[in-house]
């Protein structure tokens, strides 16, 4: 089946250690999100990927990073993550600007 | 600033009664109203897209309908699987999607 999947599913690392997550699809679709959503809140998006073309959003901290080496797969690089970063990340993929599927999520703990 | 609003935040119900979810919005441009539900530790899984007011869809005991300035989720005679949180997006004219916050369905039997 067509999917979107993250790795890993649990991460744990320590304030200020860097961290990457890493999200794959098999939806051959050109679009690929990465939003943070804390308990009880809704998602919020952090960056996207059209194809090659990076779009950062206005408030998503320096800290956070993204990296696309193909179509397939996208990564969220933390750099020196803080308490305030604990989070479930979800990644999504679109065709162009249409429905976005979601991945399982990744949830992150600072310790 | 586009705005969504879920209510209510949390929903308790006996398993077969009917209730309906509101999401009320704001948004410049509204290129699709979108729902999704979220188990638990998971990520959204999508529901319906809705383009334009008076659209109805429905799937399994849910509908979903769209008027200008709302969206209804109606869960008709619930169950206990149909327990999950259920969020509501809208996306504008730049093609972003904002969430609401959603609205936590407990279905008991």
């Known amino acids: 089946d067509a999917m979107v999947i993250q790795n890993p599913r649990y991460q744990v690392t320590q304030f200020g250690k860097p961290v990457t997550l890493s999200c794959s699809q098999t939806l051959n679709h050109n679009v690929m999100y990465w939003y943070q959503q804390k308990s009880s809140q809704a998602p919020k998006l952090l960056f996207h990927y059209y194809d090659k073309d990076f779009n950062n959003e206005a408030d998503t901290p320096d800290n956070f990073q993204s990296r696309r080496p193909n179509t397939s797969f996208c990564f969220l690089d933390i750099r020196s993550p803080g308490l305030g970063d604990a989070a479930m990340y979800l990644c999504?993929?679109?065709?162009?600007?249409?429905?976005?599927?979601f991945g399982p999520g990744t949830r992150l703990t600072v310790l | 600033e586009d705005q969504v609003t879920q209510s209510p935040e949390a929903l308790r119900l006996q398993e077969g009664e009917s209730s309906s979810l509101n999401c009320s919005y704001t948004?410049?441009?509204?290129?699709?109203l979108f729902w999704y539900r979220q188990d638990p530790g998971k990520g959204p899984e999508f529901l319906f897209t809705l383009y334009s007011a008076g659209e109805e869809k429905e799937k399994e005991r849910l509908k979903a309908t769209l008027t200008k300035k709302e969206s209804f989720l109606h869960i008709t005679a619930p169950k206990p699987e149909d327990s999950a949180t259920y969020l509501c997006?809208?996306?504008?004219?730049?093609?972003?999607?904002?969430f609401g916050a959603g609205t936590q369905v407990v279905v008991t039997p």
């Open positions: 948004v410049s441009g509204l290129r699709g």
């Open positions: 997006a809208v996306r504008n004219s730049w093609g972003k999607l904002q």
């Open positions: 999504a993929t679109s065709r162009e600007e249409n429905t976005q599927y």
